[in-house]
C-alpha cells in the first residue's frame, strides 16, 4: 500500500512518527472510546478515560488516606458520595459510580458540598439575636439548647388541650396546638423518623413535609 500524500508505504518508518503504524497506534490511544474499546477499562472510569494532561497530574484523591462512603445531604435522590480524606480533613468529595441510583454523578450542589465542611463562610458559632436587638451575639452550645427546650416546652403548655368539641360531644385529644413540624427535602429516612418520634411526644399533630405539598 502506498501512502499518496508521501509517496511511502504504508507502515514505512516515518522521521516524524506521523505515518508508521506506531504513530498511527498513539494517534488512536489518544482517543478514550479507542481505549475503551481495545483495553481492560471498557466502561470508561480508569485509565481509558484520562488524557495525556491528567496522566501529568496528581490528584487529590490519590493522597487521600481513607475514603469513606456518603450520601449527598441535599435533596431527597440520595445520590452516593465518595469522601477522601487526609490527614483527617476533607480533600475532595466525588460521586460514587457503583451507585445505583446516581452511578458517578452529583449535580452543582452534590458536587460543591465539600464547602459546608471547608468553606470560610461557615458558621461554627450560635448566633443570636435577642428580641427586638440589632446585633447578634455568641452563646454557647448549652446555653442555646436549653433556651431552645424552654422555649419548646412553654409553646407546648400554652397550646394544650385535652379536650375538644362542643359541650355536648367533648372528647380528649390530648395534643399541643403551639409546636408544629415543617421537614424539608433534605432530610434522610433516619432523621425524619426521629421527628416523629419526637414531635409525637410532645403532642404536636401538625406534622409535615415538603415533599406532600
Request: with cysteine.
Amino acid at each position: 500500500m502506498i501512502c499518496r500524500s508521501e509517496g511511502r508505504a504504508f507502515g514505512q518508518p516515518d522521521p516524524a512518527g506521523g505515518g508508521s503504524i506506531d504513530g498511527v497506534k498513539t494517534w488512536l490511544d489518544a482517543w478514550p472510546v479507542f481505549r475503551q474499546l481495545t483495553g481492560p477499562d471498557p466502561l470508561g472510569r480508569g485509565r481509558a478515560a484520562r488524557s495525556r494532561g491528567t496522566e501529568a497530574v496528581v490528584s487529590r484523591t490519590a493522597t487521600a488516606d481513607r475514603v469513606a462512603a456518603s450520601v449527598c445531604p441535599y435533596c431527597a435522590v440520595g445520590c452516593a458520595q465518595k469522601v477522601y480524606v487526609e490527614n483527617e480533613r476533607i480533600t475532595q468529595i466525588e460521586g460514587d459510580p457503583d451507585s445505583p441510583i446516581s452511578r458517578g454523578r452529583l449535580c452543582p450542589k452534590g458536587s460543591a458540598s465539600k464547602q459546608l465542611v471547608t468553606s470560610p463562610t461557615r458558621v461554627t458559632k450560635v448566633r443570636y439575636r435577642r428580641p427586638y436587638g440589632t446585633e447578634w451575639e455568641d452563646l454557647d452550645l448549652d446555653t442555646a439548647m436549653e433556651m431552645i427546650a424552654d422555649r419548646v416546652l412553654e409553646a407546648r403548655r400554652k397550646g394544650w388541650q385535652e379536650v375538644d368539641g362542643p359541650p355536648e360531644n367533648r372528647h380528649r385529644v390530648n395534643r399541643t396546638m403551639g409546636v408544629a413540624s415543617l421537614g424539608g427535602a433534605t432530610l434522610d429516612n433516619e432523621e425524619n423518623y426521629l421527628m416523629k418520634k419526637l414531635y409525637s411526644a410532645l403532642g404536636a399533630i401538625q406534622i409535615e413535609n415538603q415533599a406532600r405539598i
